[in-house]
């Protein structure tokens, strides 16, 4: 059993970074992300983890050394926060492309103007579609647990995919809460050494990320997709094997209450919490409500969700704008995952928390009462609204 | 391996193009050096031609080529290979002699 240890989340994160005994870090430190840069090289620095910290002058650096290394064989790691994954997003689609199973834990910030270091999703929806597994997470341990899942998953010779892990900024970062840490033989258990499938090597020489002309470009993305996809049994397999290690169980869609309800909310990363606590109380006065946290972002869980959501109505919560578009991007995906099925669930989306804006309980119920009262009787397909927005008219 | 790259790049003649299950793992290249195979000399309009009268075996053409496929020749002269020629022209710009001229390629 591992031992429980209260300690600020961010801290937690960059200790089970090395309890993973990661061989490369590479990052530039950005608010909120900054503690888990900050930890990771003191214990380098100290020599408590046999690991090379190479301070780049920026994230597109970050991510290129990470890519090298991780092409020459090493178990690497970076993280970084909104602007600094806008700076290295050339190169986020680069890792994926090359297959290469780089850890990334993105600390969720918006994006600017107005300049604002506080949580939302912005950043993680700009990276929607780089071919990354997504994962967001809702607390510390989860964070901590998710470390070990994702070099496990990512470097599954059946993957060999870069794995991004969601928390949220402040709200999750820079919470002091307990973890319960695993010992090294549940590390050891769980998460084998890495064994690249190529690697770059003077005696065995490869070429990593060459030119291809327009005949052979589709199929590589085509294959890439492929493997996206294909990356679902391992993931479960790995939730498996963790419950069988630490006892927790993780699913790709977490539910509450889903059964016995008629209107679900759908969340992803911290809301969820808070989420529960609003259900509990309109469960309490009788309604009849539950809540999904969407924990697999890519690649995205049809069957569950499709499942989960079958006669029921949804009120999803988005932490970013698709200015111009349909709402938020998670409703956007939750209404297309829903397309051509029969009845499909109505979907009224908020769009609220953005840059760390409390979304308190009190909320959540005034939501529901809004979209019981008003919207699911007049939904339309564009159906969203900026919950909490101060307006004139 | 050599029949592999060329179907790799789309260059083969057969048009026998790789499926995407045939690729490796992030479309890694496994047979290194191969570029050697690649013939970019498809890629001319012009072709440099010498004039071995008015060459005085100075080199510049052989120093100056982007695409080292100026050689030498054993008995001194420079002559272009045409499998990897390009029809850039810098060769028939650089030399001091104005012994190469761009012909169009038929």
């Known amino acids: ?393 | 391996m050599k029949q592999r790259y060329l179907r790799e790049v789309g260059m083969n003649s057969t048009k026998e193009f790789l499926a995407w299950q045939e690729l490796d793992v992030g479309n890694v290249v496994v047979n290194p050096g191969n570029s050697r195979e690649y013939k970019t000399g498809d890629w001319r309009s012009q072709r440099p031609v010498w004039d071995f009268e008015k060459c005085i075996l100075c080199g510049m053409c052989y120093a100056f080529c982007p695409d080292a496929a100026v050689k030498e020749r054993a008995d001194g002269y420079y002559e272009a290979d045409y499998f990897y020629c390009k029809g850039c022209g810098i060769c028939a710009e650089e030399c001091p002699k104005k012994a190469i001229t761009m012909v169009e390629e038929g």
């Open chain 1, 1 to 393: 059993m591992g031992t429980r240890r209260g300690l600020e989340v961010s801290i937690a994160a960059a200790e089970a970074v090395a309890m993973a005994d990661v061989d490369v870090v590479a990052a530039y430190p950005i608010t909120p992300q900054t503690h888990i840069v900050e930890h990771l090289a003191e214990l380098v620095n100290n020599g408590e983890l046999d690991a090379e910290f190479i301070p780049v002058e920026s994230e597109h650096s970050a991510l290129s050394v990470c890519i090298g290394a991780s092409a020459a064989g090493a178990r690497t790691f970076t993280c970084t926060s909104a602007q600094g994954l806008a700076l290295m997003n050339e190169i986020v689609y680069i890792a994926s492309s090359m297959r290469l199973p780089i850890v990334m834990i993105l600390a969720n910030r918006s994006l600017s103007a107005p300049l604002s270091i506080w949580n939302d999703h912005t950043d993680a929806m700009s990276v929607r579609d780089t071919g990354w597994i997504q994962v967001f997470t809702q607390n510390g341990q989860e964070v901590f647990d998710h470390v070990f899942f994702a070099y496990r998953v990512a470097e599954d010779p059946k993957v060999s995919c870069p794995v991004m892990l969601h928390m949220d900024g402040f709200i999750v970062t820079h919470v002091i809460e307990p973890v319960e840490f695993w010992d090294k033989e549940q590390v050891k258990q769980y998460l084998p050494p890495f064994k690249p499938l190529f690697r770059l090597d003077p005696d065995v020489p490869v070429t990593m990320g060459a030119f291809a002309m327009p005949h052979l470009y589709t199929e590589a993305k085509v294959a890439q997709d492929i493997a996206l996809r294909d990356s679902m049994p391992v993931i479960l397999s790995a939730w498996d094997e963790m419950e069988k290690v630490v006892g927790r169980r993780y699913h790709p869609i977490e539910t509450y209450h889903t059964d016995d309800s008629e209107i679900l909310f759908v969340v992803q990363g911290s809301f969820a919490e808070t989420l529960q606590m609003a259900v509990d109380e309109l469960r309490a006065k009788g309604e009849a409500v539950g809540s999904m946290m969407l924990r697999l972002w890519r690649p995205f869980p049809f069957e569950e969700f499709r499942t989960h959501t079958k006669g029921k109505k949804l009120i999803v919560i988005d932490r970013a704008i698709s200015f111009g578009g349909q709402g938020g991007p998670l409703a956007i995906e939750l209404r297309s995952a829903l397309y051509g099925v029969d009845k499909a669930p109505p979907i009224m989306d908020y769009i609220c928390g953005l840059a760390s804006r409390d979304v308190t309980v009190e909320d959540f119920m005034k939501m529901y009462e809004m979209a019981k009262s008003r919207f699911f009787r007049s939904i339309t397909q564009e159906g969203f609204e900026f919950y909490g927005a101060r307006s004139l008219g």
